[in-house]
Nanobody, 126 residues
Framework: VQLVESGGGLVQAGGSLRLSCAAS????????MGWFRQAPGKEREFVAG????????YYADSVKGRFTISRDNVKNMVYLEMNSLKPEDTAVYYC????????????????????WGQGTQVTVSS
């Protein structure tokens, strides 16, 4: 599975962004997907995940109620809708695919994911 993120940028606090992740590979539709982020000087952290079918979603407490993950298994796409952005959301955001098939999650550890995109920068100004 190959993953390419897009949609990052600079936004003011309180604003919104939508990240997209384009996936290639025939096993995309069988894998749970996730978004992680890494801020300067900090470890990579889980943000949101979606099951292989799209029927289950799960979020880090820090983004719950503000971010929404979704997927389109026909278009091989994963999205992260981010609203009410805060300066502490500033980070490089990574799209990732689960290492196993048909996982309903939740999988919060980066160890559960085998495939990673190159990342897209999100900067939220105060």
């Amino acid at each position: 599975v190959q993953l390419v993120e897009s949609g990052g940028g600079l936004v003011q606090a309180g604003g919104s962004l939508r990240l997209s992740c384009a996936a290639s590979g025939r096993t995309f539709g069988w894998r749970a997907m996730g978004w992680f982020r890494q801020a300067p000087g900090k470890e990579r952290e889980f943000v949101a995940g979606v099951s292989w079918s799209g029927g289950s979603t799960y979020y880090a407490d820090s983004v719950k109620g503000r971010f929404t993950i979704s997927r389109d298994n026909v278009k091989n796409m994963v999205y992260l809708e981010m609203n009410s952005l805060k300066p502490e959301d500033t980070a490089v955001y990574y799209c990732t695919a689960h290492r196993t098939y048909y996982s309903d999650g939740p999988s919060y550890s980066s160890d559960a994911y085998d495939y990673w995109g190159q990342g897209t920068q999100v900067t939220v100004s105060s």
